[in-house]
């Protein structure tokens, strides 16, 4: 059984920050791709965010330079720092991990609200 726990998400303000954390146990192995979805209400599942093993990292154009992926291969976990956040950054934040055969595993998601 592959647990994947998510934590950190909330209410912030705009301009604020916020530091999810995703971390990932049970029988898995060779994880090779570990990052970020979101959806906000109404819309369809965005990606946010990657991390391969070898730390090479891929961003959404619309969160490059505010948001930061970071992973611990020793721990299984990744996290996203959130900088400047924004009201259109609001939504549900999946954590996502795909191994080196294919397998795939999601969080439950976290919520994340930018409101004043």
């Known amino acids: 059984q592959v647990q994947l726990v998510e934590s950190g998400g909330g209410l912030v303000q705009p301009g604020g920050s916020l530091r999810l954390s995703c971390a990932v146990s049970?029988?898995?192995?060779?994880?090779?791709?570990m990052g970020w979805y979101r959806q906000a209400p109404g819309k369809q599942r965005e990606l946010v965010a990657t991390c391969t093993t070898g730390a090479r990292t891929n961003c959404a154009s619309s969160v490059k330079g505010r948001f930061t992926i970071s992973r611990d291969n020793a721990k299984n976990t990744v996290y996203l720092q959130m900088n400047t956040l924004k009201p259109e950054d609001t939504a549900v934040y999946y954590c996502n991990v795909m191994t080196l055969t294919g397998l795939e595993y999601w969080g439950q998601g976290t919520q994340v609200t930018v409101s004043s």
């Open positions: 049970g029988s898995i192995f060779n994880i090779n791709f």
